[in-house]
Nanobody, 129 residues
């Protein structure tokens, strides 16, 4: 099982960036997919999640209205479109897969890192002023 995150980079505040996470070695269409991030000196935190059909999405309050999670089950890929980036969005972003979630797992469940069995290696996003 491999989750390959990509798309990170150095951008200025207010810019946009799209992260991708390509999944191989498992039935992607069955997984709840999530994005988490870890800023320097801080614990990893939930960013967004999407149900296996894409019909339900969940966001942390800090990114709601600016970030959009989506998935393409035909391409085994989940995306995170990040707009209006802020300095505090600087972090390593990780994608993760939960094969056990029900279809509409809800925000409380989807934001718990312990539910995710598979993790990508992370991609660094740096937002400068």
């Amino acid at each position: 099982v491999q989750l390959q995150a990509s798309g990170g980079g150095l951008v200025q505040a207010g810019d946009s960036l799209r992260l991708s996470c390509a999944v191989s070695g498992r039935r992607f269409s069955r997984d709840l997919m999530g994005w988490f991030r870890q800023a320097p000196g801080k614990e990893r935190e939930f960013v967004a999640a999407i149900s296996r059909t894409g019909g339900s999405t969940y966001y942390s309050d800090s990114v709601k209205g600016r970030f959009t999670i989506s998935r393409d089950n035909a391409k085994n890929t989940v995306y995170l479109q990040m707009n209006s980036l802020k300095l505090e969005d600087t972090a390593v972003y990780y994608c993760a897969a939960d094969p056990n979630a029900v279809l509409s797992a809800g925000l409380s469940y989807s934001s718990e890192q312990g539910h995710y069995d598979y993790w990508g290696q992370g991609t660094l996003v740096t937002v400068s002023s």
